[in-house]
């Protein structure tokens, strides 16, 4: 069983950067695809950026070129970089393992 803990949010202003990380329990992380979702109040969650097990991405075409996601499978973790930071990035941000396991989610406020 994977559980997954997120840590890295916080207060920013526009244009500035955060590091979200996800650490990992469990000896399958290596072996699951990867993502990092959120959610904004109102809205529906979304998957922001995933990556394969062998590190492939995508991104959602609302933060290409701003967001980089990375894994380091013998540290058991994931990240994401976010640069050139939006108030419309305000949200929760959870991090996701494609064999359903969910973290708890890390609050990231961009002001204007």
């Known amino acids: 069983q994977v559980q997954l803990a997120e840590s890295g949010g916080g207060l920013v202003q526009a244009g500035g950067s955060l590091r979200l990380s996800c650490a990992a329990s469990?000896?399958?992380?290596?072996?699951?695809?990867m993502g990092w979702y959120r959610q904004a109040p109102g809205k529906q969650r979304e998957l922001v950026a995933f990556i394969t097990s062998n590190g492939t991405t995508n991104y959602v075409d609302s933060v290409k070129g701003r967001f980089t996601i990375s894994r380091d499978n013998a540290k058991n973790t994931m990240h994401l970089q976010m640069n050139s930071l939006k108030p419309e990035d305000s949200a929760v941000y959870y991090c996701?393992?494609?064999?359903?396991?969910w973290g708890q989610g890390t609050q990231v406020t961009v002001s204007s």
């Open positions: 469990g000896s399958i992380f290596r072996l699951s695809a």
């Open positions: 996701y393992s494609f064999f359903k396991v």
